[in-house]
T-cell receptor, first 114, second 115 residues
Framework: AQTVTQSQPEMSVQEAETVTLSCTYD???????LFWYKQPPSRQMILVIR??????QNATENRFSVNFQKAAKSFSLKISDSQLGDTAMYFC???????????FGQGTELSVKP | EAQVTQNPRYLITVTGKKLTVTCSQN?????MSWYRQDPGLGLRQIYY???????DKGDVPEGYKVSRKEKRNFPLILESPSPNQTSLYFC??????????????FGQGTRLTVV
């Protein structure tokens, strides 16, 4: 079975600081993608960043970067220079080669404080 | 504009009264699915469809039905809703290219309350 675990239900960070959200996963597949989704109070699911398992280089999107440790099955999200607009629920997700199914973690609610 | 449209966004209903949540995408995606989001559990897949007339159960299909008569539409049907189906529901679609799918696009979500 494929699983995704986010062990931090809530986190907070001061504006302009850096915060890291943790995610671990388990899969027997060799080919898979990992994602971080942001869900602001509007409930919209917004793709933040994706990582292809066969790529060793960590993905980066502006202030968002990941630390992908394939052997440890760890996929953490680092948010630099946190902004008030980063306040949201963040979901880690996994997909593998059976099609479009996404397996989500429990979510981490991030609060950025002024 | 590429989008997935869900309706309604909010729905309050009574136990046992059949309801349908609609989902439509304009990206000609093959793969569509429904998820429910519950606190502490994240999003879990209810049903999915690989193409027209091809549907299959996800992880939590009990109490739900779907149909895929047209490629763009994938309605979620609750024949006899119960309070434990109170949840936030998302429709999603994605293209299937090669062995791996591409980015999933999500609808705006439907907050369903069953009393």
């Amino acid at each position: 079975a494929q699983t995704v675990t986010q062990s931090q239900p809530e986190m907070s960070v001061q504006e302009a600081e850096t915060v890291t959200l943790s995610c671990t996963y388990d899969t027997s597949e060799s080919n898979y993608y990992l994602f971080w989704y942001k869900q602001p109070p509007s409930r919209q699911m917004i793709l933040v960043i994706r990582q292809e398992a066969y790529k060793q280089q960590n993905a980066t999107e502006n202030r968002f970067s990941v630390n992908f440790q394939k052997a440890a099955k760890s996929f953490s999200l680092k948010i630099s220079d946190s902004q008030l607009g980063d306040t949201a629920m963040y979901f880690c997700a996994l997909t593998y080669n059976q099609g479009g199914k996404l397996i989500f973690g429990q979510g981490t609610e991030l609060s950025v404080k002024p | 504009e590429a989008q997935v449209t869900q309706n309604p966004r909010y729905l309050i209903t009574v136990t046992g009264k059949k309801l349908t949540v609609t989902c439509s995408q304009n990206m000609n995606h093959e793969y569509m699915s429904w998820y429910r989001q519950d606190p502490g559990l994240g999003l879990r897949q209810i049903y999915y469809s690989m193409n027209v007339e091809v549907t299959d159960k996800g992880d939590v299909p009990e109490g739900y039905k779907v149909s895929r008569k047209e490629k763009r539409n994938f309605p979620l049907i609750l024949e006899s809703p119960s309070p434990n189906q109170t949840s936030l529901y998302f429709c999603a679609s994605s293209a299937i290219r090669g062995p791996m799918n591409t980015e999933a696009f999500f609808g705006q979500g439907t907050r369903l309350t069953v009393v």
